[in-house]
């Protein structure tokens, strides 16, 4: 949770420096109103809370979200609540208007420095353009069935992901088809946005490139340990290079 509101602030202070980044009681709010709707994020950030105080806090996270334009989800780390409150999360999150979208997974790991990759279908080529931001882009439109437009709106013309990130792409015969990025965060290597286009999944596209962003990432700035959040599709990949699971992740929307 830590690590999501560390690396979500710069993320969404990079797509607009006037978004609204706070950190209220229980709740960290990182939501740049935007199109891309990984940008638009709030967390609770409560250890330990009860049945009563996550009924609270889901509501008033919800009125948050319902004062935006653009919709964006609510990540619940299920081990910050306590036994009951775990339990009662689906009903909970009912009655504030909440509606389970996906599952994820956090993991982590102390697993750098990881070899340099290889992959006999791919080059590799780091994010450095506006014409690979574009692509990167959308390899995670198609990844995770946004619009096109949406993811853009999220990247396009950022310095940040040009200089700052170390995000690469993975090219098969000159054309993009996967993508990861990672970014230092409190002495810690973050993965983030890794995507491979539909067509060419279970190839080991998303792996490979992957163990790309590790190395250079940590190469560049040092940490041994690396942590990410994992969608379902994803989830398979990431202990293969040294990630284990540690918190259950739930996203949600309004409904």
């Known amino acids: 949770m830590e690590q999501l ?11 607009d420096p006037g978004a609204d980044v706070r950190d209220l009681p229980g709740i960290a709010v990182r939501w740049a109103d935007c199109r891309f709707a990984f940008w638009n994020c709030v967390t609770l950030t409560e250890a330990g809370a009860d049945a009563a105080l996550t009924e609270r806090r889901l509501a008033e996270a919800a009125d948050v979200m319902r004062a ?31 509606a389970h979208v996906f599952p994820g997974t956090g993991m982590a790991g102390d697993l750098l420095p990881v070899p340099e990759p290889a992959h006999p279908d791919l080059t590799f080529v780091r994010v450095s353009t506006d014409a690979h931001l574009r692509a990167y882009a959308d390899l995670n439109s198609r990844a995770y069935g946004f619009p096109l437009e949406d993811g853009r709106d999220g990247l396009a013309g950022s310095t940040l992901w040009k200089r700052g990130v170390h995000a690469w ?38 792996e490979a ?24 599709a994803g989830a398979p ?19």
Do not use: Q
């Not at 098969?172 to 999944?201: I, K, N, Q, S």
């Not at 490139?209 to 379902?232: D, I």
């Not at 990949?237 to 409904?255: D, E, H, K, M, Q």
């Open 169 to 206: 792409l993975g090219l098969r015969d000159g054309v993009p088809v996967t993508c990861a990025g990672t970014v230092e965060a409190d002495g810690r290597l973050f993965v983030l946005l890794v995507a491979t286009a539909p067509e060419w999944e279970r190839r080991g596209y998303g």
């Open 68 to 98: 935006k334009e653009h919709p964006g989800f609510l990540w619940v780390f299920e081990d910050l609540l306590d036994a009951e409150a775990r339990a009662g999360l689906t009903a909970a999150a009912e009655r504030a208007g909440l």
């Open 237 to 255: 990949v990431y202990p293969r290079i040294g990630f284990a699971p540690n918190s259950p992740l739930r996203f949600y929307g309004l409904r």
């Open 5 to 15: 509101a560390t690396v979500w602030r710069a993320m969404v202070l990079d797509r």
């Open 209 to 232: 490139v992957t163990r790309k962003a590790l190395y250079e990432g940590a190469r560049a700035t040092g940490p041994t340990r690396a942590t990410l959040h994992a969608t379902v």
